[in-house]
Structure formats: C-alpha cells, structure tokens
C-alpha cells in the first residue's frame, strides 16, 4: 500500500449528550433491556468523546437531547449532508422518528444561505447508512440498506446531492447500519468488514477501493468499523484494540476512547458524531 502522509482536516460534527440515554426498546440486536445503563457514566464517556474532538481542533456543534428519545445520543442518524446540501433521515422504528425533527431544528437554525435542507420521502438513517468520500472518484456516496434504510432512498440521496451512490447490501443483522461495518478513513479511502455485505457489494467495493483497510468479524464485533477520522487521526473505541493496529499500519494515528455505555445500545463513536459538510 502507497504510504503517503495522512493529513488531518479540519471538521465540523455535531453530537448529543446522553442525558436520557437508556435501552428501553430492542431493534438491533445488541440492546438488551434487561441489563441496566449507567447513564451518568454514558455521559462522561460521551464527553471524553466530545473533548478528543475539540482537541484535536475540530469544531463540535451540540443538538439538545429531548426526553424519552434515548437513542438521540447516536446523532449520526439524523441527517446527511454533503456540500450544505442537507439530505434528512426519516427512520424506520416509531421509536426514534421524532429524532429526525430535532435535526431538523438544528439544520434550520444555520445559516441558511449555506445550507439547504431537503425532507425525504424514503426511509433513511442518515449517516448510519450513508459515508461521503469527496476525493474517490470524484466524489462518491457509498450507501448501505438491508436494515434500516431504504434502497430507494439511495435514488432520492443522489437526486438531492447531486453525486452517485453507490448501493451496498448489508446482509448481517449485527452490522445493521452501513457505519457499523465501513467507515472513512480519509477523503479517499475506506476500511470494512468485507463478510457484512452481500457477495456482489463485497466485490463492487474491492473494485472501487482497492487500498481498502480490510476488518475481520472480531474487529467489527468490537465497533472497531464505528470510526470518526478526520483523515490522520482515527477515534476508535478502546475496545477495538486489533482495529487501532491496522489502522495504524496503514499510516494512520489511532486515538482511543472508551464508549461500553453507548455499545449497549448498539452504536459507539462514528454513530454518537455527525459531520457537517457545508
Ligand atoms: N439503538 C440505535 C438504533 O438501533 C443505535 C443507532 C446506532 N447508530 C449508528 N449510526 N449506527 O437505531
């Protein structure tokens, strides 16, 4: 693999505190609601997660968390944007469809001469199931369904964006949003867990990235795939020991943080981080 220097760039995320953060409901298989969240210690987690952010020069803007949507703190879910093009979710579960209003709120409060915000007719869970590469290919939006999102909202994210989707078959339930088994490395390459996606969508993403980092089911177990990067540094669950090397050997710098509160609701870093793409 070409090793070229991995740059950092600057980000803009946006992040919800887990201040009502609980597993009162099951619709992935991870949440167990018969085991008790520490939601204190989910907010001080969670804030170890924002200040990495804030450190390494990165800009996090907050959404206020609304009682009884304890999965707002996975704020990836709630939008998708690409050049202040604004694509909204529109979830699957009626447990988490007010969310999508709250986002809403937030993207109508900038400025909107820079962003422009689009509501979806399709199901969508935003960034758990869309990843914006601005540097592959021209600009490309790989996009994942099986789970959660609809396959003709990969259609409407394109008409919308104004860039080409690609569709990708998820076909493992553990790995139910495209973030929990893909992420963004930098602006032109991708690490995956291959055995997550459907034989035609493993060989489409061979085809287009072939430099991929390659994760194996004990990483993607560990969210070790639930990854921010902002193109040098990759924040990565403590868990996701064999994750961070890979990374690492690959040139990047690995910046661990410890979220098992967050995993018990079946998300860790990438999915408590959205990014703003204006
Ligand atoms: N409990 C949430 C759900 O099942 C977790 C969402 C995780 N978010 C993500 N971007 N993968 O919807």
């Not at 018969?34 to 952010?53: G, S």
């Not at 509501?119 to 601005?134: K, R, S, T």
């Not at 104004?162 to 339930?173: A, E, K, N, T, Y």
């Amino acid at each position: 693999m070409s090793q070229r220097e991995r740059m950092p760039r600057v980000r803009t995320y946006l992040m919800c505190p887990p201040e009502h953060f609980t597993v009162e409901y099951a619709i992935n298989p991870w949440m167990d609601t018969t085991v008790p969240v520490d939601a204190a210690l989910a907010v001080k987690q969670w804030d170890l997660l924002r200040t990495t952010l804030v450190d390494l020069g990165h800009t996090v803007h907050l959404l206020d968390p609304v009682a009884g949507l304890p999965d707002m703190v996975y704020a990836a879910n709630g939008a998708f944007s690409v050049d202040g093009q604004v694509y909204g979710a529109r979830f699957r579960y009626p447990q988490r469809s007010a969310e999508a209003d709250a986002h809403r709120a937030f993207y109508a409060g900038l400025d909107q001469n820079s962003w422009q915000l689009v509501a979806p007719e399709h199901v969508n869970e935003g960034e758990g199931d869309f990843a914006y590469l601005p540097g592959a290919h021209g600009g490309l939006i790989l996009a994942g369904y099986g789970f959660r999102t609809e396959p003709a909202a990969h259609a409407e994210a394109q008409e919308v964006l104004g860039r080409p989707v690609i569709s990708l078959r998820l076909v493992d339930p553990a790995f139910y949003h495209l973030d929990t088994a893909l992420a963004a490395l930098d602006d032109h390459n991708i690490t995956y867990y291959p055995d997550a996606f459907s034989p035609s969508a493993q060989r489409v993403l061979a085809q287009l990235f072939p430099e991929a980092v390659l994760a194996d089911r004990a990483d993607a177990e560990a969210f070790g795939l639930n990854l921010v990067s902002d193109g040098r540094h990759v924040i990565l669950n403590t868990e996701a020991t064999a994750m961070a090397d890979k990374v690492r050997a690959a040139g990047y710098a690995p910046v661990h943080v410890e979220l098992s509160e967050l995993k018990r609701g079946g998300g860790s870093v990438k999915c408590a981080v959205a990014e703003l793409r204006p």
